[in-house]
């Protein structure tokens, strides 16, 4: 007998009456098919409830933060309303509205399907990226790094060129990092400014920011062809894709633009264009750095400050922030009217 034999035998010996100890019916709480563990017997009747009720909130808890993400949360707002008017008419016994909400909503759910199917997508691509277990952390960015890469865009800004910086939050992007030349290296001012500016292979894409290392350079980004909204009709691709990423995904994107010289910040499925750089540097901070680590930075002074210095660039930055109608006429225009 070889000693994989004998180690089968002895496993066989001492964990086969074990287990079937373990699923033995609990005397006075038979179970039919003998399939509950013995321990849990007294219990298992709760036991499965309260397991029930925590499969479903973790479910329900991921479907709402996959909505949210996902910038279909007016999705759920339109179905609860619904819910509510059922609710309501049931409560009030209003048969009228009950015989007509129960002749729309099937066709309407239908309608819906249909019409709000980008929404659905991004909403299961979500959840497919995540990944229903996905490990809740927050990808932790630098301070540091974060002033870095705010400082290369402003470089990048006076020397006229374009970027993309990707930063990851719970979604590590692994499928973006995938379309682009691996790096690994560390996120400094000169090298994000040396990538960017200069018409190198990687100079074309995005870089992705994982853990405060450059995880990839000259990375693709989603981009929804039959995307057609205000935003994305007045951008070209760069800005698009941003879009489509923040829309998909929790990631954080700083935008430069080679054309306007504008920088913008793209999360939670929306674009903010003409934001000061405090604005930018103080939300980059508070979607990327840890709770704690701020908290411990920020004593009250430099809180303080924070806020004076948010406020008084806020106030510059309306001042010169163009109106609706200098957008639509655009920067000719807008310069032409300046000029008089
Ligand atoms: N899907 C994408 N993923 C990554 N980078 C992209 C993508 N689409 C475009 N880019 C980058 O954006 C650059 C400029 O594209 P385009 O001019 O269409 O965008 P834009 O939004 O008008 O930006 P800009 O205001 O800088 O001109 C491309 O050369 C490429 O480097």
């Known amino acids: 007998m070889g000693p994989l034999d004998q180690l089968l035998a002895w496993l066989k010996t001492k964990l086969l009456p074990l287990f079937e100890a373990l699923f033995r019916p609990a005397s006075g709480n038979e179970d039919p098919d003998g399939a509950v563990p013995v321990f849990l017997g007294e219990f298992w009747g709760y036991g499965a409830s309260a397991l029930s009720v925590l499969v479903l909130s973790y479910l329900l808890y991921k479907g709402y933060k996959a909505l949210v993400a996902s910038g279909a949360l007016e999705l759920l707002y339109g179905i609860l309303s619904i819910g509510i008017l059922y609710l309501i008419a049931a409560v009030l016994r209003l048969e009228f509205l009950i015989w007509l909400l129960d002749g729309i909503v099937p066709t309407l759910l239908v309608i819906l399907a249909v019409v709000l199917q980008p929404e659905f997508r991004r909403i299961f691509v979500q959840i497919g990226r995540q990944g229903m277990l996905h490990h809740s952390h927050r990808n932790h960015q630098d301070l540091q790094v974060i002033n870095n890469m705010v400082e290369a865009c402003e470089l990048l800004v006076e020397m006229s060129r374009g970027a993309l910086i ?73 800005h698009r894709s941003a879009m489509e990423l923040v829309r998909e995904t929790d990631a954080v994107v700083l935008v430069v633009s080679e054309e306007s010289g504008h920088i913008s910040l793209a999360f939670d499925g929306e674009m903010h264009s003409h934001l000061g750089i405090a604005e930018i540097l103080e939300e980059l901070d508070r979607l990327l750095i840890h709770k704690k680590e701020r908290r411990k930075r920020l004593g009250l002074g430099r809180m303080l400050l924070q806020v004076w210095r948010f406020f008084g660039e806020n106030n510059k930055r309306r001042k010169e922030r163009p109106t609706q109608k200098e957008i639509e006429e655009g920067p000719e225009n807008r310069n032409r009217t300046e000029g008089g």
């Open 166 to 238: 990707v930063f990851c939050r719970e979604n590590m992007l692994r499928h973006i990092v995938r379309t682009g030349t691996s790096l690994n290296a560390v996120p400094g001012t000169e090298l994000v400014v040396s990538l960017f500016a200069f018409d190198t292979p990687l100079h074309d894409g995005a870089i992705v920011l994982n853990h405060s290392r450059i995880a990839a350079a000259g990375c693709i980004l989603p981009i929804d062809p039959e995307e057609k909204t205000l935003i994305t009709m007045k951008s070209g691709t760069r």
